[in-house]
């Protein structure tokens, strides 16, 4: 799905788009890196996802609520609202709870896997141990 | 009261019996046992009963004096070792994300083509990323070496408001803030070293920038002889019970921690000695959600 290539070629870009963007699977990614957010956004972009990005826990908490995304990718240490507290909320509120949450985060403790994984999230990836495409085939098989 | 030995052996993560203050518990307990046993051992031969009470004070002092040392050492011991995995985490944290970062935005370069354009703003973000680990490392730099530092104090003739004005420009704002100055006119110029004063306003600024809801105000006036700087700012304000530990090295409030995750509890820990070795006066008022008040004197001459 090259979004760039209809775009020159269409006319009617702007009811392609539309159209292909209502069948796009969404990802919310809840990260305060906004270098980060620009680099996961251009990526999934290219392969063909919608991605919603929230800068801290506060919005992220928001925008799930209102956009119900595919995927949640949840960063721990965020303004606003810690991750956990983060994804607890998700987890309990019902119109979210059963949206998978891939946590990415450089936060190695095993405290905070074990909770993580104890609150409901799919996955938890620690950043450093990652190249961006063995993050990108964990969000790929679980959205398949 | 067990509950309250438990609550404070609970933050040293040791078993109960390498804990202090159980420690000094039950060593209490044995000096009391010890005292009842010299006095009837006592007792049997010694008759005078001013003489047994002397002893038996006197092994009191002993004992209690070893006991203070003891757990007192212990206290300190186990102090560090938090202090320590403090500083590993925080060295560990800071240390990846910007790293992690880096490799990232250098893996996606390498993906493909970009135009000149697009590349710039991947480097710009390099580039910030550099210059956190260079700031981070920074001042872990001056921390280790605090006394070198203080050594090469080097006393010169600077305007204080030229500094502040030279590092509210350095400030990049994350949103919009609302800023008052107020800054006395003809104000003289102090003596000082110009390297710490720099350090002690870029932090005090940085952080109430940081923190803030949607204002800060500057004041730098003359007061008493002495020159007064003031940065207020109306964001996070600092916690009653976490006052006492804002100028403590690593020590990050949880609300700020939660506000800014990339501090490192360095700033005003750097910023206290700076201030008084320069001859002046730190502080700060603040109260939850309101906000918080940094202050400085330092003398003219």
């Known amino acids: 799905m090259d979004l760039t290539q209809k775009k020159i070629k269409g006319r009617h870009f702007g009811f392609i788009y539309q159209l292909n963007k209502s069948m796009l699977k969404k990802i919310l990614f809840i990260e305060d890196e906004r270098a980060l957010q620009k680099t996961f956004h251009a990526i999934l972009t290219e392969k063909g996802y919608e991605l919603i990005s929230a800068y801290d826990g506060e919005s992220g908490l928001k925008l799930a609520k209102e956009e119900k995304p595919d995927l949640i990718l949840l960063d721990l240490i965020l303004p606003k609202i810690h991750g956990l507290d983060v994804l607890e909320a998700l987890k309990k509120d019902p119109a979210t709870k059963e949206i998978p949450v891939i946590v990415l985060t450089n936060v190695e403790q095993i405290d905070a896997v074990q909770r993580a994984l104890e609150l409901g999230a799919t996955t938890y990836l620690v950043k450093a141990q990652y190249t961006i495409e063995e993050v990108l085939e964990k969000i790929e098989k679980i959205l398949k | ?301």
């Open chain 2, 1 to 301: 009261m067990p509950q309250i030995l438990f609550k404070e052996c609970k933050k040293y993560k040791v078993p109960l019996w390498q804990c202090p203050q159980f420690l000094f518990f039950i060593i209490g307990f044995l000096i009391v046992f010890g005292n009842l046993a010299l006095y009837f051992l006592g007792s049997k031969f010694i008759q005078d009963p001013l003489i047994l009470l002397f002893v038996i004070s006197l092994f009191t002092i002993i004992l209690l004096t070893i006991n203070y040392f003891i757990v007192h050492f212990l206290e300190k011991t186990l102090d560090l070792s938090i202090l320590k995995s403090q500083f590993l985490n925080i060295i560990s944290h800071h240390l990846n994300s910007p790293l992690t970062n880096i490799k990232w935005i250098l893996e996606y370069l390498i993906s493909k083509d970009f135009s000149v354009n697009e590349k710039e703003e991947y480097f710009l973000a390099l580039k910030d990323n550099l210059e956190r680990i260079r700031d981070m490392l920074g001042k872990f730099n001056l921390a280790s070496q605090i006394d070198l530092t203080l050594k090469k104090l080097k006393l010169q003739k600077v305007s204080i408001s030229e500094i502040t004005q030279k590092n509210l420009q350095k400030i990049q704002l994350p949103f919009s803030v609302e800023v008052k100055t107020e800054i006395e006119p003809n104000l003289p110029e102090i003596l000082t070293d110009p390297s710490f004063l720099d350090f002690v306003i870029f932090t005090l600024l940085d952080n109430a920038f940081r923190y803030t809801q949607d204002r800060v105000e500057i004041k730098i006036a003359k007061k008493r002889g002495k020159i007064y700087f003031e940065v207020k700012d109306n964001g996070i304000g600092i916690e009653e019970k976490e006052k006492k530990y804002i100028f403590e090295r690593f020590y990050r409030g949880k609300e700020a921690t939660l506000k800014w995750p990339f501090g490192i509890g360095l700033g005003l820990y750097l910023s206290k000695i700076f201030i008084q070795k320069l001859g002046g006066k730190i502080g700060f008022n603040s109260k939850k959600d309101k906000g918080s008040t940094f202050w400085f004197y330092l003398p003219i001459k």
